[in-house]
């Protein structure tokens, strides 16, 4: 509801191959969201941007961050850090934005216990099998590589339960189809439209 | 989601004249949910159809009904008794359909101390000097009338921070389609996705 001052943060979670990169391009079409920018130590590519694809920072820089507690949340991965800098986050959803981190398990549930009221929504596949057969589709991963992205599939299900919203990726459409209803009906909480009900009861 | 075995319970809510009638008529069009039937102790009209309109029952009978905890909720209207069966309801929940109670606050109350699990809608104007446009406008009612109805319009808003949802009536448009985002959105809720998770964990 435009009522609202502060934007509201969602958080998009799911194994590799259950397609939230082609999901989160279709949303960011239509939906007035904004999707939220890491910080990184791995080394910039050719066709990275400084603050567009990626913050990209020193391993002392990163470090100091999370000493200075300004990440919502952060992970290593093949020996590179990735974080979400809070400072970031709170002042585009001061400015009434609405945020959406696309991170990992660990991640999201870091990012629950500092902003209980973001949205955790995880995006999955049907079944596992389905799920291999995207990985083995695709052709970018090795065997072991595919072995390795179900066995952490099969490890991440086991923090669902830590999430608000389960949406199955049956087709592209559909899934950005319920994720516009979650935003829709989050803006409509109660909890979020405080200001509504006392502007009415200013009336009274 | 279609592995949901039950369905959920929706009740909508909203001082007279907010257009709650225009709404649900325009949503059940499109939504597989059931508006459920009252019970009532008012006479039958002549466009009345027993188990269609109402479930017509004498003063007896409904007050047998309130003693046997037979309703959700119960509340008295110009001298007349109205109420939601329980066993009606359970049972089109149990049959996996989704059911919609369109019952004023102090039955919507009822509800959700009895079913925490119900979804509680509540419909409003942006402003009361609009509801009040609305009644007039309608012509229905007589200015005293219309007063009393703002004065309980000011009363019921006491308790929508009860409600799990708020939604402006703007335009019916954008109204049926933020309904249908929230009935979208609580069929994605983790928690009636149990199944969907205990499925894939079945699958490790």
Sequence with gaps: MSNNKSGLLFVLSGPSGAGKGTVMTKLLKTEPLELSISATTRQPRPEDEEGVSYFFKSREEFE????????????????????TPRQYVIDRINAGKDVMLEIEVQGALQVKTSVPEAVLIFLMPKTLKELRARLEGRGTESPEQI??????????????????????????????????????????????????????????
Excluded at 74 to 81: L, V
Excluded at 182 to 196: C, P, T, Y
């Design 64 to 83: 100091r961050m999370i000493e200075n507690n300004e990440l919502f949340e952060y992970a290593m991965f093949s020996g590179n850090y990735y974080g």
């Design 147 to 204: 072995e390795k992205r179900l066995s952490r599939a099969a490890e991440e299900v086991e923090y669902i339960s830590a999430y608000d919203y389960i949406v199955i990726n049956d087709s592209v459409e559909d899934t950005v189809e319920k994720l516009k209803a979650i935003i829709s009906s989050e803006k409509a909480k109660a909890i979020n439209n405080r200001n509504i009900i006392n502007k009415f009861k200013g009336e009274i």
